[in-house]
């Protein structure tokens, strides 16, 4: 009896440190909300007054402690940086407010203004072709609503399976056979795409060139023949990384490798 008391003495306490723990847990987590709203409504107000510089050092440090960031901070912070008129660092957040939310007129609007800083204007080639259609298919839907989708499809699936085999009625059961076939294919096309927008959020990866002026050379060595040269603010798609390069890929599908430190990509 003495030890079974002892050994539910001893449950009690881990249990009792686990809770602990736990509360805590919950209440940093709750204490590190709260800080960043406060410290995001002084940024505004700061931005408001036009004091771009302290509001963009505010909106710097809550994505250091937040880590994970919304579009509207990426919006205000491209904001302050536009306003300052530091080039890169305004078209690079900008973009990331747009990864966050496609569909934002304000976003698009203001990243279009803040592109016209840049100095380099480089073609834009349309993708053409098959591939283009199943990416803008694809590109809809994020991989994390895609898979949502294929989720609701199936549980939905198994539903119409439970209503199909229960049901007595033909009507009824033919009602549910056809939904089933739906939702199947639904279901099919949902998982696909989440797979290949999953691949092109991996084989996809947009940067921003941020060294004041940097030559792109046709191999990745300093002695390499110069290509061409890029100034901050232009956008480029890695494709490659070897050693301390990147083979970099424009708009207009030009080609060359740069210096890894020269550019920031947005999907870090």
Request: hydrophobic content about 45%.
């Amino acid at each position: 009896m003495c030890q079974d008391k002892n050994e539910h003495q001893r449950k009690q306490i881990i249990m009792n440190k686990i809770v602990t723990y736990i509360v805590l847990i919950i209440t940093q987590i709750i204490w590190a909300q709260d800080a960043s709203q406060i410290l995001f409504e002084k940024a505004n107000e700061n931005y408001r007054q036009e004091k771009f510089e302290l509001a963009a050092s505010q909106y710097e440090s809550i994505l250091e402690n937040q880590k994970v960031a919304s579009a509207e901070l990426y919006y205000n912070l491209g904001n302050a940086y536009y306003k300052l008129g530091k080039v890169a660092p305004a078209i690079f957040n900008l973009e990331k407010a747009l990864l966050l939310n496609p569909d934002d007129e304000a976003i698009q609007t203001n990243l279009h203004f803040a592109q016209k800083m840049a100095i380099d204007d480089i073609k834009v080639v349309p993708e053409v072709g098959f591939s283009k259609l199943v990416y803008n298919f694809t590109s809809m839907l994020s991989y994390d609503a895609w898979a949502w989708t294929s989720v609701g499809c199936a549980i939905t699936f198994l539903l119409f399976f439970i209503g199909y085999y229960f049901s007595s009625y033909t009507n009824i059961k033919r009602t549910f056979f056809v939904g089933m076939f739906v939702l199947l294919t639904v279901l099919l096309v949902s998982i696909f795409s989440a797979y290949l927008q999953k691949r092109f959020d991996t084989n996809i990866r947009p940067a921003i060139v941020f060294a004041e002026s940097t030559f792109v050379k046709a191999e990745p060595k300093n002695s390499a023949e110069n290509a061409f040269e890029l100034h901050e603010g232009t956008k480029v798609f890695v494709k490659e990384e070897l050693d301390n390069w990147k083979r970099i890929q424009l708009t207009d599908k030009t080609e060359g490798w740069i210096k890894k430190d020269a550019i920031k990509e947005l999907k870090e």
